[in-house]
C-alpha cells in the first residue's frame, strides 16, 4: 500500500484501485508493505497517477526520504519563512514566503517537532 498526501486528504492505494489522479500536497508518502512502514519521504508537491493494473506513478517537485532532514533546521527555516512573510511587502514576497511556511509546517508536522 501506499499513503499519499493528496490535496483532498490521505490518499490510500491498493492493488485494485480505481483509476485516479490525485494532486498532492506537500506532506508525508508512505510505502508500506506486510503491513509496515518500509519508507517515508517527503514530498513538496506533484501528481500521483493511479493506473487500472496498479500501478502508481508518482510526478513529485522534490521527493526526499524523511530520515535525511534535521528537525533544528527545519524548524530554522519555518522561522526564517514566518519572518520573511511578516517582512513583506510586495505580493510575490508574501507569496513565496507562505509556500515556504506551508512546506516548511508540513516538515515540521512530519517530523513531529
Same mark, same amino acid.
Given at each position: 500500500? *501506499? ?8 490518499? #490510500?492505494?491498493?492493488? #485494485?484501485? /480505481? ?8 506532506? *508525508? ?12 519521504? @517527503?514530498?513538496?508537491? %506533484? @501528481? ?6 496498479? /500501478? ?7 521527493? *526526499?526520504?524523511?530520515?535525511? @532532514? ?6 530554522? %527555516? ?24 506551508? /512546506?516548511? #509546517? ?5 517530523? %513531529?517537532?
Amino acid at each position: 500500500m *501506499v499513503i499519499l498526501p493528496a490535496t483532498t486528504g490521505q490518499m #490510500g492505494v491498493l492493488p #485494485g484501485h /480505481v483509476p485516479t489522479i490525485a494532486e498532492l500536497k506537500p506532506g *508525508v508518502l508512505s510505502v508500506h508493505e506486510g503491513g509496515q512502514v518500509k519508507t517515508q519521504y @517527503f514530498v513538496s508537491s %506533484g @501528481f500521483a497517477f493511479i493506473h487500472a493494473n496498479s /500501478v502508481t506513478d508518482v510526478i513529485a517537485i522534490e521527493a *526526499v526520504p524523511l530520515d535525511k @532532514f534535521d528537525p533544528e533546521e527545519v524548524k530554522k %527555516g519555518l522561522a526564517d519563512c514566518t519572518q520573511k512573510l511578516n517582512a513583506a511587502t510586495t505580493d510575490l514576497e508574501r507569496a513565496q514566503a507562505q509556500i515556504g511556511i506551508e /512546506v516548511h #509546517g508540513a516538515l515540521t508536522s512530519a517530523l %513531529g517537532v
